[in-house]
């Protein structure tokens, strides 16, 4: 059994910030993945791509990572296009990949399954309840607010929403997709919300401003630590999510858990590419900015 199991398509991207264009793996399950390959913690990825790309499987199994990987007709191909300060991008997507299956992950098993779905069919509602059965789902629920238009990816509302979330104990969220999410403005009455459904953590990230955390009616505030240099932003809320998620599963509390993955984002943004720290970066940084 794995500690944490994350399940996500891993990408092709195409990244362009107004400093550089790149092409490179992308995708939660490839960021997540990479942020948590040197922590503590028995780790598995399930992922589905086409052969054209088990080249982005390879890396990861060289460097210790367990994947468990399914055929897929085609690799999902992003687009990303970010703004001046890396708080805004704008997404095309040019290929999809083949959804995962509840056959498919019935002999997994974990304690935390961390969702990261990029669009709205890559795991069902039927899935979802099957893998709450075994243990406890964390999702990141921007794969469900996405429609794609004439490649052009529009923010949509979920319409199986309240019928998923009540198996799900972890919803990771920005702003805009929270309110997207629940139809208000306003993180209080937004996380709120996502409680009476049946989340009972709630991590709405804010990108500079820092991360809110709401569970058992309490809300913890996170800060953001200011990285060295706004390389690059992609992946920065997987690797948060990765940092939170081992920080939990060892049995930190919230505060702390928020704290080491804004600090783990921090490091991740200084650089292009997935986090490749360790655990001792991560806590010099947070010994730093408490002195």
């Known amino acids: 059994m794995y500690d944490i199991c994350c399940i996500g398509h891993i990408t092709l991207d195409r990244v362009v910030t107004p400093t ?7 995708g939660t399950s490839f960021y997540f993945s990479n942020a948590i390959r040197k922590m503590d913690v028995n780790y598995g990825l399930v992922t589905a791509l086409a052969e054209s790309e088990m080249n982005f499987v390879q890396d990861l199994r060289s460097n210790g ?17 970010y703004s001046g300060k890396l708080d805004h991008r704008t997404q095309r997507v040019l290929q999809v990949a083949d959804p995962f299956t509840v056959e498919q992950l019935s002999s997994i098993n974990a304690r935390i399954f961390h969702l990261g ?20 789902v964390s999702l990141d629920v921007q794969g469900y607010l996405r429609e794609v238009r004439d490649q052009s990816v529009c923010a949509v509302d979920w319409p199986e929403k309240k019928q998923a979330l009540q198996y799900v104990h972890t919803v990771k969220a ?13 993180i209080a009455e937004g996380a709120k919300i996502l409680s009476d459904w049946g989340v009972q953590e709630i991590v709405i990230t804010r990108a500079s401003l820092g991360s809110v955390v709401y569970a058992d009616n309490v809300f913890y505030e996170i800060p953001a630590f200011t990285p060295l240099a706004e390389v690059d932003a992609t992946g920065c809320g997987d690797t948060y999510m990765a940092g939170y998620l081992y920080q939990r599963v060892k049995g930190a509390g919230i505060q702390k858990a928020g704290e080491f993955g804004a600090a783990m984002a921090s490091l991740k943004m200084e650089s292009y590419g997935p986090f490749d720290g360790t655990e001792e970066d991560i806590l010099q940084l947070l010994a730093v900015n408490k002195s």
């Open 65 to 81: 990572t367990a994947v468990n990987v399914f055929p897929s007709a085609q690799t999902v191909y992003f687009e990303n296009i």
């Open 20 to 26: 550089m264009e790149k092409h490179m793996a992308g």
């Open 174 to 186: 920005d702003e805009a997709e929270l309110e997207v999410l629940t139809g208000v403005t306003g």
């Open 117 to 136: 779905p990029l669009l709205s069919n890559d795991i069902s509602v039927e899935l979802i309840v099957s893998l709450a059965e075994r243990g406890r």
